[in-house]
């Protein structure tokens, strides 16, 4: 099955840097590839997201970056602020086999705690 | 705004006992996750359903972890007995389609003691 490994598990910057956290994943039939953030005691939400057709995608100070043939993807916040401290999670998405045998399946990384610090 | 609801927002039991979580998807929404969130284990896939039929729930233990749908607005998970170890926050997250996961909607969770 899927495996997603992410890093950092911990990750602090000063407000106004650059954040990024890097995802690998194993299954080379998986094509979407979403993050999410978690503030504390609240739901993951989703906030970008990035097909297996695209290297990349912006939306304002966040962007996601794919490398299929390296199998890892990245989740970069530029400027960051206060409030971007929370867990970000990735995760890779495996469509269902042709045949039907396989599911579709949604595989989480283990997240990335992010302080940014005034 | 559409939301999954969950029911209840946390709940403290002793060992032993059984607990219900239930959750409420969005409205056309075919699909339905239990998620398991620990810091030891991050987020862990229970079960999911499509069309209230059981896709996936490899990991779900089987022995004490059962998840049903007994109707396209009502999910459940129950743990008979609960142990401590079970203690974690539960999600729940509905999507419309089983193959794209765009789109996840996840449930404000339910916060398990088991004492």
């Known amino acids: 099955g899927e495996n997603v490994e992410q890093h950092p598990s911990t990750l602090s910057v000063q407000e106004g840097d650059s954040a990024v956290i890097k995802c690998t994943y194993s299954?080379?039939?998986?094509?979407?590839f979403p993050w999410y953030k978690q503030e504390l005691g609240k739901r993951p939400q989703l906030i970008i997201d990035?097909?297996?057709?695209?290297g990349e995608k912006k939306d304002q100070r966040i962007a996601v970056t794919l490398n299929k043939t390296a199998k890892h993807f990245s989740l970069h916040i530029t400027e960051t602020q206060p409030e971007d401290s929370a867990v970000y999670f990735c995760?890779?998405?495996?469509?269902?086999?042709?045949?039907?045998?396989?599911?579709?399946?949604?595989?989480f990384g283990q997240g990335t705690i992010l302080t940014v610090h005034p | 705004d559409a939301r999954v609801t969950q029911t209840p927002r946390h709940k403290v039991t002793e060992m032993g006992q059984e607990v219900t979580m239930r959750c409420q998807p969005i409205?056309?929404?075919?699909?339905v996750f239990w998620y398991r969130q620990t810091m030891m284990q991050g987020l862990e896939l229970l079960a999911y359903?499509?069309?209230?039929?059981?896709?996936?729930d490899s990991g779900m233990p089987k022995d004490r972890f059962s998840a049903e749908m007994p109707d396209a607005t009502l999910a459940t998970l129950k743990i008979q007995p609960s142990e401590p170890r079970d203690s974690a926050v539960y999600f729940c997250?509905?999507?419309?389609?089983?193959?794209?996961?765009?789109?996840?909607?996840f449930g404000s969770g339910t916060q398990l003691s088991v004492l």
């Open positions: 409205l056309g929404h075919n699909t």
């Open positions: 990035i097909r297996s057709n695209v």
């Open positions: 995760a890779a998405s495996t469509p269902p086999n042709a045949g039907g045998t396989s599911y579709g399946k949604l595989t």
């Open positions: 997250a509905s999507g419309p389609t089983y193959d794209r996961f765009e789109k996840l909607f």
């Open positions: 359903f499509r069309n209230r039929a059981p896709l996936d």
């Open positions: 299954d080379s039939a998986s094509n979407y």
